[in-house]
């Protein structure tokens, strides 16, 4: 049927089994649903990203055996499209200057007994037409109403994109945000499919707004897949290293051993047997 989903990691650490397990998701509806995989690297956080993660994580991934069929394309290889975007929803009046802090937010939570929810910023910025100097944030206007869509994984969900206030689309150091980048990209690289964590279900309901408003007529499709929990709850970051790819390499483990270890964390199978990355297709299924 054509289209495309995307594997997109960021250069901030290395891939842990949690990235494979999203793998395993991305590549298994990439091949059950006749689409591409297009390789992202998020390095919108220039404080953070390192080319030595991204030599890295891109040698784990082949290690793997998780070939994509575009890519890899780098945030950072043009830095003009997000600028562009921001240019096309300025002309639309979408765009507002944020001085808002992290202090803004939790004077208004001390207020008012409960954290800041709704359209605008605490600060009422907007309104106060806050200068756009430097060090300060921009924000884009999402308007009211909810959005609707059919999740693969999880059914019918709605919610509404200005519930945690208007979009941050460029921070106070002047990086342009994740929400604005994966929402451009994923425009650009032409992605119908997003294949994500479910801590990520919250963030969708503004993306697809954001894409609307920057002019894509069909949101692309979304599946949110469980995460790898720790004992206690907790998701895994990349500072567990007990779960790194390249500690775990390391150690002599092989790939399929560690496909099976996180498959079966996530429930595709019963058992952490090792399985290789060119058979986990037959494991994700769409509903
Ligand atoms: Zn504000």
């Known amino acids: 049927m054509g289209g495309a989903t995307r594997f997109a990691p960021a250069p901030t650490g290395h891939l842990h089994l949690g990235h494979v397990a999203n793998a395993i998701f991305v590549w298994g509806l990439a091949r059950a649903s006749g689409r591409d995989v297009v390789l992202r690297i998020e390095d919108?956080?220039?404080?953070?990203?390192?080319?030595?993660?991204e030599r890295d994580l891109l040698e784990d991934l082949a290690w793997l055996g998780f070939v994509a069929d575009r890519g890899p394309f780098r945030q950072s290889d043009d830095w003009t499209v997000y600028e562009a975007a921001v240019d096309r929803l300025r002309?639309?009046?979408?765009?507002?200057?944020?001085?808002?802090?992290?202090?803004?937010?939790?004077?208004w939570a001390a207020q008012h007994?409960?954290?800041?929810?709704?359209a605008g910023c605490p600060g009422d910025c907007r309104e106060r037409h806050?200068?756009?100097?430097?060090?300060?944030?921009?924000r884009v206007a999402l308007g009211p109403g909810d959005e609707t869509w059919h999740d693969l994984l999880r059914g019918p969900q709605h919610d509404a994109?200005?519930?945690?206030?208007?979009?941050?689309?460029?921070?106070?150091?002047?990086?342009w945000t994740y929400p604005l980048c994966v929402v451009v990209d994923d425009l650009r690289h032409d992605i119908?499919?997003?294949?994500?964590?479910?801590?990520?279900?919250?963030?969708?309901?503004r993306q697809i707004r954001l894409g609307r408003l920057l002019g894509r007529e069909q949101p692309a499709a979304?599946?949110?897949?469980?995460?790898?929990?720790?004992?206690?709850?907790?998701?895994?970051s990349k500072a567990d290293?007990?779960?790194?790819?390249r500690e775990l390499r390391g150690q002599g483990r092989s790939a399929a051993s560690l496909i099976g270890e996180a498959a079966a964390a996530v429930g595709l199978i019963p058992e952490p047997v090792p399985i290789e990355a060119v058979a986990v297709a037959d494991l994700v299924t769409d509903r």
């Open 222 to 236: 979304f599946a949110h897949h469980p995460l790898i929990r720790k004992p206690g709850g907790v998701k895994l």
């Open 113 to 118: 007994g409960r954290p800041w929810t709704g």
């Open 241 to 245: 290293r007990d779960t790194s790819v």
């Open 192 to 205: 119908d499919l997003v294949v994500r964590g479910e801590d990520l279900l919250d963030a969708t309901a």
């Open 130 to 138: 806050v200068s756009g100097r430097r060090g300060v944030g921009l």
């Open 161 to 175: 994109p200005s519930r945690d206030g208007d979009l941050l689309v460029r921070d106070r150091l002047g990086n």
């Open 44 to 53: 919108h956080d220039r404080q953070r990203s390192r080319p030595a993660f």
């Open 91 to 107: 002309g639309d009046g979408l765009v507002y200057a944020c001085d808002c802090t992290r202090s803004t937010f939790g004077e």
